[in-house]
């Protein structure tokens, strides 16, 4: 069965941090890069990181980059986001996600058809 499981996420003061964790199961995972997706409330889906499957290659929207940290470890199918210096506007429900090979893109694309296999999602809240 695939699945993709998030955990980590949490409630924390402006300027803290939380690290997240996507583990992974059921399909060949260092095949597939893995993306970070968030909604925050009213607003749509934005890609917010992406990590390729072997070479190290990852990508950071502007809005997160600098603070958040994106990594894999093949070996326990995992994936992790460091996220440092959390503002109130990161406020969101994290996904992870794993992009279908056959119809992989760029990493900075991060069109959600393009990803196959979904996570259910981990609630963030950032406080003033």
């Known amino acids: 069965e695939v699945q993709l499981v998030e955990s980590g996420g949490g409630l924390v003061q402006a300027g803290g941090s939380l690290r997240l964790s996507c583990a992974a199961s059921?399909?060949?995972?260092?095949?597939?890069?893995i993306g970070w997706f968030r909604r925050a409330p009213g607003k749509e889906r934005e890609g917010v990181s992406c990590i390729s499957s072997s070479d190290g290659s990852t990508y950071y929207s502007d809005s997160v980059k600098g603070r958040f940290t994106i990594s894999r470890d093949n070996a326990k199918n995992t994936v992790y986001l460091q996220m440092n210096s959390l503002k109130p506007e990161d406020t969101a429900v994290y996904y992870c996600a794993a992009e279908t090979p056959a119809t992989a893109q760029a990493l900075g694309v991060m069109l959600p058809p393009t990803y196959d296999y979904w996570g259910q999602g981990t609630q963030v809240t950032v406080s003033s």
């Open positions: 059921g399909f060949t995972f260092d095949d597939y890069a």
